[in-house]
């Protein structure tokens, strides 16, 4: 009896693969093939954390794949999939778009949540621990770049924690000159009061290891 594995565990193992596909293995193939086009790839939420945690994650893949296996993330996956099911909007709506910074060719990708295309509006979907007056500045961010990406009109931010769920408001793209300079001018952390504490390399991350950060 004991070895056979029980109905939950092969359900959450299924969940587990198609995490590992959608947020791995199909972003490094797009990278990898539009790195073979000549553009350096930048997925959105590269542009809104540390720049340092793309040098982690391609040196220590092991420890971004670990993270899908926390339940706070597994929480969040099944959220996302019940919206998309009852939600009768585009799901991850995959967007590039195209920089040129003194002849680097970058390329902006990202796939947002769901997308109501009569209406162009954006939607993404957050776990948080509790429901905050105001949207975190990192979502904000990654809204206002989608709404670049995609050309659209406005987003929602949905929060869903267990005190609460709430949904915001944003209607204000970034523009060409803003997206320049996030490439231009990458930061570590990015956000200097929360993000060290909260990274999943912070064990071994000189910066916070030296208590620089
Ligand atoms: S610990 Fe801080 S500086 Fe280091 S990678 Fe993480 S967020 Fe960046």
Redesign the pocket.
């Known amino acids: 009896m004991d070895t056979l594995p029980l109905q939950g565990e092969l359900v959450l193992r299924k969940l587990i693969d198609a995490m590992r596909k959608k947020y791995v293995d199909e972003r490094e193939s797009y990278r990898k093939y539009y790195e073979s086009e000549g553009y350096e790839v930048v997925f959105v939420h590269e542009l809104c954390e540390?720049s340092?945690?793309r040098r982690?994650s391609k040196l220590f893949p092991e420890i971004s794949i670990s993270k899908l296996l926390k339940p706070h993330i597994i929480r969040g996956e099944l959220i996302h999939l019940a919206l998309e099911n009852v939600s009768n909007m585009k799901a991850n709506v995959r967007s590039g778009k195209k920089v040129k910074i003194n002849s680097r060719n970058f390329l902006i990708a990202g796939s947002v949540d769901l997308y109501d295309e009569n209406r162009r509006r954006i939607t993404e979907v957050k776990t948080v621990r509790s429901i905050v007056n105001t949207p975190f500045e990192h979502h904000i961010l990654q809204a206002r770049i989608y709404l670049w990406l995609l050309d659209a009109m406005d987003a929602e931010l949905w929060y869903f924690a267990s005190d609460g769920i709430k949904f915001y408001y944003i209607d204000s793209s970034c523009t060409d000159d803003e997206i320049r300079e996030i490439i231009k001018n990458p930061l570590?952390?990015r956000w200097p009061q929360w993000?060290?504490d909260m990274?999943e390399?912070?064990q071994l991350?000189e910066?916070?290891m030296q208590g620089i950060?």
């Open positions: 540390c340092r945690k982690y570590a952390p993000e060290c990274c390399y912070n991350c910066l916070k950060k």
